[in-house]
């Protein structure tokens, strides 16, 4: 059986940004080579894993691209400014650790400009940041860190409280592995839907990736598999409280702000979760979006839903998920992989 947490530190070792998931690709389509037929990856990146059956075709789309940052200039004393590569909260960025692609480490500070004890932390704009790698000069920044160069955030990671993972990327470097269990389970079982496994680049600015992998495979079903925020967290606002937990299980989604999931893949993964043992929670997500949109809006139209890994703190060096909810939500692709369209 995979180990999630294993797995886990190799992906997280090979991440990088959208648009420069390469490392992580390759790494994915290794781990994914002993279980399925065939693996190809297209011309944008996304690397798509085909289990034949057959029947009706099913794409399982995770994405496997991180938010992160690029620099953009680098002045005389060698600090870097930087444009975000995906969501991010700049006052949530003060302080953040971070890991260059050279392998260089910096962290994030405001200028003086800001006054941040004037004008408190959420007023600062993401150009009143920087990165300081400890360089001297402009010449060594640019030998490190050179203009277009991405970086990631540099956090701890590894098992927490209550069967826990903490780590800056269980978003969606966690719905990866629950896809790699799912290959895994079902390695040596005939199935008799056409399974495509697709780990996906570019959601973090815009779900690109989808929608050519979608319109690549021309799936009957589409089920996506992403992170969700949670409502078991301090200071939830009253009558906007979100009903996912941590460690209840994976959530079948309902809808989020780019998407209304299909009532026929909603009520395929409900079959599929009872058939399996399998305890859900229905999730409808305040704000935000996955890859769901960009397989049901492909061609002319896919019946898409989403399985959800409940995930706190997320975009933020400090997310949480549980890994009891990664493994089942892993064993629930299986069973909506086994059952016939």
């Not at 969606?172 to 079902?186: Q, T, Y």
Request: hydrophobic share 40%; net charge negative.
């Amino acid at each position: 059986m995979l180990n999630i947490l294993e797995l886990h530190r190799q992906l997280l070792e090979a991440a990088l940004p959208s648009g420069f998931e390469r490392p992580q690709g390759e790494l994915l389509a290794r781990l994914a080579r002993p279980f399925v037929d065939e693996i190809r990856t297209d011309a944008l990146g996304n690397v798509i894993c085909r289990k034949k059956g057959p029947g009706k075709k099913i794409l399982f789309p995770a994405h496997m691209d991180v938010i992160g940052l690029m620099v953009t200039f680098v002045d005389d004393k060698g600090f870097l400014r930087f444009e975000p590569i995906g969501g991010h909260s700049p006052a949530g960025l003060i302080g953040a650790t971070v890991r260059l692609e050279s392998g260089v480490r910096g962290s994030i500070w405001p200028d003086a400009t800001a006054d941040v004890y004037k004008h408190g932390w959420q007023a600062v704009d993401i150009h009143d940041l920087f990165i300081d790698i400890g360089a001297e000069s402009r010449e060594e920044a640019e030998q490190l860190a050179p203009i277009g160069s991405v970086c990631v955030f540099d956090a701890p990671h590894g098992e927490t409280a209550g069967g826990t993972l903490m780590t800056p990327y269980a978003d969606d470097l966690c719905g990866c592995i629950a896809l790699l269990i799912a290959i895994e389970e079902l390695k040596d079982q005939q199935v008799e839907n056409d399974l495509y496994f697709a780990f996906t680049v570019q959601e973090e600015v815009g779900c690109r990736g989808a929608e050519p992998a979608a319109w690549d495979v021309e799936p009957d079903m589409g089920i996506a598999v992403d992170v969700t925020a949670t409502g078991d967290t301090p200071g939830e606002i009253d009558g906007q409280r979100m009903q996912v937990a941590l460690g209840k299980g994976p959530a079948i989604k309902h809808k989020d702000s780019s998407v209304e999931c299909n009532p026929q893949v909603i009520e395929h993964l409900r079959k599929a979760a009872k058939a399996a043992g399998i305890a859900c929670q229905d999730e409808i997500l305040l704000a935000g979006g996955t890859d769901t949109r960009s397989v049901q809006t492909s061609r002319d139209g896919v019946l898409s839903g989403c399985v959800s890994i409940p995930c706190r703190n997320i975009h933020t060096p400090g997310e949480i998920v549980s890994l009891k909810d990664v493994e089942q939500t892993g064993k629930l692709l299986a069973a909506a992989a086994r059952l016939a369209l």
